[in-house]
């Protein structure tokens, strides 16, 4: 599959690039500085490009089958950077026919399926007291996209952390069973499967452990 990876220079977007090349995909590393990039490999193309920039990410998503979003907010704080970027991938994929995505976000975007324990409320009250701009940004992020006629699923992530990739995650909705961490290996290795399987189509699952 020929996939482009916004987000692709750091965190669970790193890990997604190499592990799509492991797995035999073509994928285009959209970043931002490609001489800081340093994965190598013949089916690898490296795009340069700024996310909140609609020509760079609309040519980037041309000739592709799938796009994977992994921007996360940077500090400082960019304002509108997670929405805007969700408007121009957006509009990129509706240019070029290109029907599915899969993009990340927080665990705190919360869902009605959800039944948040203590600990979930309490990160949530610590966000929305020490990132407010970021929180709402994210949330508007998911809004572009779930206002969208794409086929996408809008993974979520509670705290990612460094660590192997093991398997043995649970995916659903925020309980009392879902955890507080997930490798970012982990969470890459389930954003490729989610993209072929689409088994969460049109949803927001939380991956933990």
């Given at each position: 599959m020929k996939i482009v990876v916004f987000g692709a220079s750091r965190g669970v977007g790193l890990e997604v690039v190499k592990q799509a090349l492991e797995a035999g995909h073509a994928v285009t590393a959209f970043v931002r500085s490609p001489e800081k990039f340093t994965v190598k490999d013949a089916n690898l193309t490296v795009f340069k490009g700024d996310s909140m920039d609609a020509e760079s990410v609309e040519k980037a998503i041309a000739g592709h089958e799938a796009v994977i979003s992994a921007l996360g907010p940077t500090r400082p704080a960019v304002p509108h950077m997670?929405?805007?970027?969700?408007?121009?991938?957006?509009?990129?994929?509706?240019?070029?026919?290109?029907r599915r995505l899969v993009s990340t976000t927080g665990a705190g975007v919360r869902q009605p399926e959800d039944q948040p324990k203590f600990i979930d409320h309490f990160i949530g009250f610590l966000l929305n007291?020490?990132?407010?701009?970021?929180?709402?940004?994210?949330?508007?992020?998911?809004?572009?996209?779930r206002e969208s006629d794409l086929d996408w699923t809008v993974v979520r992530f509670p705290r990612l952390v460094d660590g192997e990739r093991k398997g043995g995650y649970q995916v659903g909705y925020v309980s009392k069973s879902?955890?507080?961490?997930?490798?970012?290996?982990?969470?890459?290795?389930?954003?490729?499967k989610e993209l072929t399987?689409?088994?969460?189509l049109k949803k927001l699952p939380l991956v933990s452990y």
């Open positions: 997670m929405e805007t970027s969700a408007k121009n991938i957006v509009a990129g994929m509706k240019k070029h026919s290109v007291l020490l990132a407010k701009d970021v929180v709402l940004d994210s949330a508007a992020n998911v809004k572009v996209i879902s955890g507080t961490q997930l490798s970012r290996a982990d969470g890459a290795d389930y954003i490729l399987e689409m088994k969460w």
